[in-house]
């Protein structure tokens, strides 16, 4: 799902520094209730890698959503911009046992005029319990959060079993209402079964983090 959908002259701006990965992208209009979803055969729920680029077009004090996975109110995992917490990034895995993991950023997300490289990677195998569920924004680590929820090791997510799948929307958590994502995505990737941060989907130039051709050996069963 690299490329999809027009976009306006300037995406990344100018194409003579850029590398050409990423020249289109979706926009999602909050008010349409824009969704884009599958129902994946179940497969990794221990290893799975996501990232995305999203640009704001408006903010509120309604819950914008990158991605998810549920079935109901009590079976979910979802990544998004929290109103809660005015603004911040809110990814939580929440089965029908209760939610046993939680990362919310201090950082908050608010420059509508910004593009984001996020990268989020569900490693529950890993020794480290640190480690199990890591976020990566413009090619760097995120370590300060207002939460830092870590599952235990060989905690199942929800993402990744045989329930319906969203891109920039969530649909069963909010009482099957989309409540959508109000703003751009581009070159967007999810990675069956293998735990990669962010220097697989871009890289430095002049000090810039800027996309690449993802370097991913094995998109796996579900991946796009």
Request: proline share 4%.
């Amino acid at each position: 799902m690299s490329n999809f959908g027009d976009h306006p002259t300037g995406f990344f701006g100018d194409s003579s520094f850029y590398n050409g990965v990423a020249t289109r992208s979706l926009r999602f209009d909050y008010d349409s209730a824009p969704t884009l979803y599958k129902t994946p055969s179940a497969s990794s729920l221990t290893t799975w890698t996501w990232s995305a680029w999203f640009k704001l077009a408006h903010t509120t004090n309604t819950q914008y959503n990158l991605f998810s996975a549920d079935s109901s109110t009590t079976n979910y995992q979802n990544l998004a911009l929290n109103p809660n917490t005015h603004g911040a990034l809110s990814w939580v895995n929440r089965p029908p046992g209760g939610q046993n993991q939680q990362l919310i950023t201090n950082q908050l997300f608010r420059d509508l005029a910004a593009w984001y490289h996020l990268v989020v990677v569900w490693d529950t195998t890993n020794g480290t319990s640190g480690d199990r569920s890591r976020m990566y924004l413009n090619g760097s680590r995120i370590t300060s959060f207002a939460t830092n929820t870590q599952p235990n090791q060989n905690t199942e997510s929800i993402v990744n079993t045989n329930i319906r799948h969203n891109v920039g929307s969530a649909y069963a958590v909010h009482s099957n209402n989309v409540n959508g994502w109000n703003g751009y995505l581009a070159d967007v990737n999810f990675v069956d079964g293998l735990a990669l941060d962010s220097s697989y989907f871009g890289e430095t130039k002049n000090g810039v983090w800027i996309a690449k051709t993802p370097v991913v050996s094995n998109y796996g069963q579900n991946g796009y």
